[in-house]
């Protein structure tokens, strides 16, 4: 077995800001064959709104062509380089995990759109990128094994309170 036993290069990658937030782009570039993806929505996982389409962030949907009714900052913006109609398994996925109370998480494979807004080639062969999703949402095994007064600490909801909206704080101005 070769565990253990690769040699690391170290690499540096940004997200995109306005533009692509989650800093998978860079990663997609490189090719990478396993992109590990962090989204902290303010809006938790489920909840319908304007800046959500079926309870998932706009930040995921724009990836796979569908924009939020209301997106971000008011400025659309074309950013859809996996295919459409891999977008259900994956809010479906995160539900179902969610709900298990494991925290929200998916992992599925994608070919990039082409053409896309990014010039991103296709992986050789025509091979797809995995990619490992884990949303920001409460994960209630781990929270039902805390002691009574840190849940009550959480619970709070006054705007001002530091742990106010747990776990899905603003990740401007906080």
């Given at each position: 077995?070769?565990?253990?036993?690769?040699?690391?290069?170290?690499?540096?990658?940004?997200?995109?800001?306005?533009?692509?937030?989650?800093?998978?782009?860079?990663?997609?570039?490189?090719?990478?064959?396993?992109?590990?993806?962090?989204?902290?929505?303010?809006?938790?996982?489920?909840?319908?709104?304007?800046?959500?389409?079926?309870?998932?962030?706009?930040?995921?949907?724009?990836?796979?062509?569908?924009?939020?009714?209301?997106?971000?900052?008011?400025?659309?913006?074309?950013?859809?380089?996996?295919?459409?109609?891999?977008?259900?398994?994956?809010?479906?996925?995160?539900?179902?995990?969610?709900?298990?109370?494991n925290g929200a998480?998916?992992?599925?494979?994608?070919?990039?759109?082409?053409?896309?807004?990014?010039?991103?080639?296709?992986?050789?062969?025509?091979?797809?990128?995995?990619?490992?999703?884990?949303?920001?949402?409460?994960?209630?095994?781990?929270y039902d094994q805390?002691?009574?007064?840190?849940?009550?600490?959480?619970?709070?909801?006054?705007?001002?309170?530091?742990?106010?909206?747990?776990?899905?704080?603003?990740?401007?101005?906080?």
């Amino acid at each position: 077995s070769q565990a253990g036993k690769e040699t690391a290069t170290k690499q540096s990658f940004t997200d995109g800001g306005a533009l692509e937030n989650l800093g998978i782009i860079p990663l997609l570039r490189r090719q990478y064959p396993i992109v590990i993806a962090f989204v902290n929505g303010q809006q938790p996982l489920g909840v319908p709104s304007s800046q959500t389409v079926d309870g998932i962030d706009g930040q995921i949907s724009q990836l796979f062509g569908l924009d939020p009714e209301d997106v971000v900052g008011g400025v659309e913006r074309n950013i859809h380089i996996f295919p459409t109609e891999q977008f259900p398994a994956l809010a479906e996925g995160l539900m179902v995990s969610h709900e298990e109370g494991n925290g929200a998480f998916f992992v599925d494979s994608y070919q990039l759109v082409q053409p896309n807004p990014f010039d991103l080639p296709p992986y050789p062969e025509d091979s797809k990128v995995t990619v490992v999703w884990f949303y920001n949402s409460l994960n209630t095994n781990w929270y039902d094994q805390l002691p009574d007064e840190i849940r009550d600490l959480l619970r709070l909801t006054e705007p001002t309170h530091n742990f106010s909206h747990f776990p899905n704080f603003s990740t401007i101005g906080q």
